[in-house]
């Protein structure tokens, strides 16, 4: 295995963290209290992490990436001091972690531990600080670290919206991963677009992360580095020896974030197409479980996840872990699933290097956190952008193919997975409706 490309905390010699969670007697709104420096962010429901600076991390690439940067990780938590009065999930030792979908990609995946971080779960508010070769600096007051999250003004109108392709262009793409699909050189394969916005002002990473945890509370809204987003996704969740995976694919889109009529819904369930592509999805979890996990279980049919928009087929699988086996062994294991990548996998994504020829860099690949035992949260990376700089993003969204699919409809399918980030950067209100079982 390549030795990882360590980052500069690193490189001089094999550091020591000292780490201390302090229990916070009042109650905190988390979303309410995003700095403008965020390094960081983890948020569902109100609760999870933000972050602050960084302590530590390890810059991983290539196909051993994953390993590497957990073997870094592990090695760093066996020296750790840990001084922890709450116990509970997300406090004490954590590392954000985002990796990149090719093994072959340029951008570097990363785990980092942060300076500072402010914690919510099951009604428990919490501080973490981190010294690097010595004590941590207990602040006055958590609000020095984290006041007040900035207030973002609307920009509807001062924003550039560049598609990498035209509707016919990427319609065409389309046809062309249909047309492979109906020679038998794949059953599925998943197809993205990309498209860039510039904004007029900058564009704040704590503003974006407030507007999503705000519209879209039932998804994991993330940022770590250059990836920002709110995923409705979760490929590896693990806890006290069990992990859980939820599994999106089908979808379909609802103008003016409206929902389905029962009849429609209806048509949406029973659809073959839809149902076929979600299989394949399910498939390949359960399979690549195999020797990692015992007694696994499916939902007995997929059932509708509502979001603003959108509508998906979705699954939950959850099992028993081997022992020895972490979260980001699992995400591992399962990435890329047959949700973003395609069955069988290697031909899905030679289809896809051909037809993308752009790096996914950290687009549908896992973005989550791990703790100093292995156990974490690791959803896919969709409903995503890449910060380019303080005026440009560039948005990422993609669909399942199979013989069946329709290019006009997959078009509309991606530009509305890609309304959330727009309306994040617009500042445009919305509600997310409630999810279906």
């Not at 109906?182 to 407030?210: C, F, H, M, Y």
């Not at 690791?378 to 005026?391: K, T, V």
Request: hydrophobic letters at 40%; aromatic letters at 4%.
């Amino acid at each position: 295995m390549p030795a990882p490309n360590l980052s500069p905390e690193d490189t001089e010699h094999p550091v020591t963290l000292s780490v201390r969670t302090l229990r916070l007697e009042e109650s905190v709104d988390l979303v309410g209290h995003i700095p403008a420096a965020v390094s960081g962010a983890w948020l569902r429901h109100g609760q999870g992490v933000v972050a602050l600076g960084t302590a530590w991390s390890v810059r991983t690439t290539g196909p051993h990436r994953f390993a590497a940067a957990s073997s870094a990780f592990q090695d760093l938590a066996s020296r750790a001091r840990v001084d922890d009065e709450v116990r509970t999930r997300t406090s004490g030792l954590i590392a954000l972690g985002s990796f990149s979908y090719a093994d072959t990609s340029e951008r570097a995946s990363q785990l980092m531990v942060p300076r500072a971080l402010l914690g919510v779960h099951d009604g428990e508010s919490f501080l973490t600080v981190v010294g690097v070769d010595e004590d941590p600096v207990l602040p006055t007051s958590w609000r020095d670290l984290f006041p007040s999250t900035p207030v973002g003004s609307a920009s509807a109108d001062a924003l550039e919206v560049e598609a990498d392709h035209t509707p016919d262009e990427y319609q065409a793409l389309v046809d062309e991963a249909v047309g492979e699909i109906r020679q038998g050189r794949a059953a599925k394969v998943v197809l993205s677009e990309r498209t860039t916005v510039r904004a007029s002002q900058d564009i704040r990473p704590a503003v974006l992360l407030a507007r999503l945890a705000g519209a879209y509370p039932s998804t994991w809204v993330y940022h770590l580095e250059d990836v920002i987003g709110a995923s409705p996704e979760m490929l590896a969740q693990t806890e006290n020896g069990r992990v859980f995976s939820r599994v999106l694919a089908g979808t379909r889109p609802v103008a003016d974030d409206g929902e389905l009529d029962e009849i429609d819904r209806r048509a949406f369930r029973s659809d073959a197409k839809e149902l076929s592509e979600h299989a394949f999805a399910v498939e390949s979890v359960v399979e690549r479980l195999a020797g990692l996990a015992e007694g696994i279980d499916v939902s007995p049919e997929p059932f509708v996840l509502r979001l603003p928009g959108l509508e998906h087929l979705a699954s939950d699988v959850s099992a028993g872990l081997r022992n020895g086996v972490t979260s980001l062994d699992v995400a591992s294991r399962l990435h890329p699933s047959a949700a973003v990548s395609g069955t069988p996998r290697e031909a899905a994504d030679e289809i896809i290097a051909r037809l993308e020829p752009r790096d996914r860099g950290g687009y549908a690949a896992p973005v989550g956190w791990m703790d100093g035992r292995g156990d974490g949260q690791w959803a896919i990376a969709l409903r995503m952008a890449h910060l380019g700089g303080d005026r440009t993003v560039t948005l990422q969204a993609g669909g399942g193919l199979v013989a069946a699919s329709d290019p006009v409809s997959e078009h509309a399918e991606v530009l509305a997975k890609c309304r959330p980030m727009l309306r994040a950067l617009r500042g445009e209100p919305h509600e997310e409706p409630s999810e279906l079982t």
